[in-house]
């Protein structure tokens, strides 16, 4: 209003050069405010789909600096990505009244990742889950991880690589290859390991995810991602409500710490039994059952009855109120269900939206927790070790739909 003002002032003075000097100064006043309505709508056109805003990620962690990085498909759906722990940060899916919805939980700024702990949307590594008393054996050796979970490694310690800085490369409009090396000893892993996580967004509305790992000795590598799901799009509603399906007929029980028993045991007639569509909340409270008491709720791992199978679908949830489908294929033995148990209210997300318990839903694809110790003593645990000369390989896939 006052630059107007100014303007209109000096097109009222008279001087001997009148008329030239208005259209001159109106001139200059209407180019001032164009500029001015045009930066304006640039700060606005550069926001994600979602509503972030990249600036908001770029910084710089040791040496390495940190970005946001956009996926898109042919459909108009958008998956935002930083490298920071290689994180998904928001996934808008397209949902049953033609709209797209933000179905993930995260943080509006990098600052936020970075200070906050939290697992949202990382890529975990060097082991998904948790490792007994944080102590593996290599060829005789007894090597002692980091404790950091109810007395156990958790996503491999308290400096996994959700904190680390990968290096990025977006080859085309709906891809990123993300490369991290880790050295020999990191949170007292042996070897040094290079990996690589490629998402994909596909046109199929999918969420295509390829990991790969070499190490120079052996090792273990373990690897998954840990999007915290909520396909209400709105965290304000919790997921119990979510119809979830699971292709499963057996799960590893834990005892009181998170810690697999080291039994595999039937879902049948169990609050775990979702070969057949169920809601989450159905049995989740259901008393006197020891795994849900042990697991404060669901946050176990179920044994999938195909694993090495890419094409079947190993956990399905649907929201009732989106219609959004989450499909979960995976070449994987196994799928760790966690149902935000442990979300308190403490933490405050995307858009100022404060998360609470049950707010969100994890399917992490993996191998089984404690597998470095447990598949030395049965062989229906699977080995997580790699040999130097042998490439990790993990494929997993989120693909999106509606329930029409």
Not at 213 to 233: C, E, I, P, R, W
Not at 372 to 379: A, G, H, M, Q, V
Request: aromatic letters at 10%.
């Amino acid at each position: 209003m006052q630059d107007n003002y100014l303007c209109w002032t000096f097109f009222s003075l008279k001087t001997k050069t009148g008329n030239i000097m208005k259209k001159t100064i109106l001139m200059t006043c209407v180019a001032v405010i164009s500029l001015f309505c045009s930066c304006n709508n640039e700060t606005q056109t550069n926001l994600t789909k979602s509503g972030l805003d990249p600036k908001n990620f770029e910084t710089v962690v040791g040496e390495d600096s940190t970005a946001l990085y956009v996926l898109t498909n042919n459909n108009g759906m958008e998956v935002c990505v930083t490298n920071f722990g290689a994180r998904i940060v928001s996934i808008m899916a397209p949902d049953i009244n033609g709209g797209y919805q933000d179905v993930v939980l995260g943080f509006d700024s990098i600052s936020q990742y970075i200070n906050i702990p939290t697992d949202f949307g990382a890529a975990i590594g060097r082991y998904a889950n948790r490792i007994n008393k944080g102590q593996i054996t290599i060829d005789g050796k007894l090597i002692q991880l980091p404790i950091n979970n109810f007395g156990h490694c958790l996503h491999g310690g308290p400096d996994g690589w959700q904190n680390k800085v990968f290096k990025a490369n977006q080859p085309n409009a709906s891809t990123i290859i993300l490369s991290l090396s880790s050295p020999d000893g990191d949170m007292n892993f042996p070897g040094n390991v290079d990996v690589t996580v490629t998402y994909k967004l596909t046109d199929d509305n999918a969420i295509d995810i390829q990991y790969e790992g070499t190490a120079d000795q052996k090792t273990v590598l373990n690897m998954t991602n840990h999007s915290y799901f909520n396909l209400n799009g709105d965290p304000n509603i919790d997921i119990t409500n979510d119809t979830l399906f699971i292709n499963a007929d057996t799960f590893t029980p834990v005892d009181s710490t998170f810690m697999t028993t080291g039994a595999i045991v039937s879902v049948k007639e169990t609050p775990f039994d979702f070969t057949t569509p169920t809601t989450v909340g159905e049995r989740i409270n259901t008393e006197g059952n020891v795994q849900l008491a042990n697991g404060h709720g669901y946050d176990h791992n179920w044994v999938l009855r195909e694993s090495n199978n890419i094409t079947t679908v190993a956990a399905k949830v649907i929201s009732p109120v989106t219609g959004i489908v989450l499909e979960i294929l995976t070449d994987q033995p196994g799928i760790q269900i966690y149902t935000g148990n442990f979300l308190d209210g403490t933490v405050t997300g995307k858009k100022g939206i404060t998360y609470q318990r049950r707010n969100a839903i994890c399917l992490e694809t993996q191998v089984y927790p404690d597998s470095p110790n447990k598949c030395l003593k049965s062989t229906e645990w699977p080995s997580p070790f790699l040999e130097p000369g042998q490439t990790y390989k993990h494929h997993t896939i989120f693909r999106f739909s509606v329930n029409k």
